[in-house]
């Protein structure tokens, strides 16, 4: 199950386009704060909205996933999100842990939480069965997912350093 964006209180998209076939999934770190409770998750993900908002349309993930255990609803499976570059939003879902993962792992609840979105995109039929994963660093210059987090992801089933 996954906080919907009412629940979370997230503002109104300012345009919306709908996604291509949805192939991969990319893997993100927020850097900044990470949050152990729903209550600082729902406050994280609204001020990551306002950020985006002021250089995108929408909060730039499809969802995010915070270590108190949730999943939140950002563009959701079948609006294109802003968060790997051209080439890549209109056939990925992007999915980004709250926090910084440089140094230390996401903890269990958050991958746990992470591998149950990967799975339910593809037995609900909103990703391809072979779907392949990365992490954000493998398809753009730049440090995201976070070292550490990153090492975890290259052990998870799909994991494919090309894209
Ligand atoms: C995608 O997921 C949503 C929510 O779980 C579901 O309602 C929908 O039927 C799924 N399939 C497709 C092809 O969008
Ligand atoms: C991974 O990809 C392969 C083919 O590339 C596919 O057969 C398989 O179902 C995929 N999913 C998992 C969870 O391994
Ligand atoms: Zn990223």
Do not use: M
């Not at 893997?27 to 600082?40: D, E, K, L, Y």
């Not at 051209?86 to 792992?105: E, M, Q, R």
């Not at 991958?111 to 072979?130: E, F, Y």
């Amino acid at each position: 199950s996954v906080i919907s964006r009412s629940e979370w209180g997230a503002r109104a998209p300012k345009s919306t386009q709908t996604i291509g076939s949805r192939v991969r999934y990319i893997i993100h770190h927020s850097t900044g704060p990470s949050c152990f409770s729903r209550s600082a998750c729902v406050s994280r993900v609204r001020s990551i909205q306002n950020y985006h908002l002021s250089k995108w349309d929408d909060i730039g993930y499809n969802f995010l996933v915070g270590e108190d255990g949730n999943a939140y609803e950002g563009r959701g499976w079948n609006i294109k999100g802003a968060h790997a570059g051209p080439l890549y939003n209109s056939n990925s879902i992007g999915i980004c842990v709250i926090g910084d993962f440089t140094s230390s792992s996401p903890n269990a609840a958050a991958l746990r939480k992470v591998q149950a979105l990967i799975k339910c995109g593809v037995d609900s039929g909103n990703l391809t069965a072979t779907y392949k994963l990365h992490g954000h660093r493998d398809v753009s210059n730049t440090e995201c997912n976070g070292d550490r987090f990153y090492r975890v992801i290259t052990e998870w089933p799909n994991y494919s350093r090309t894209p």
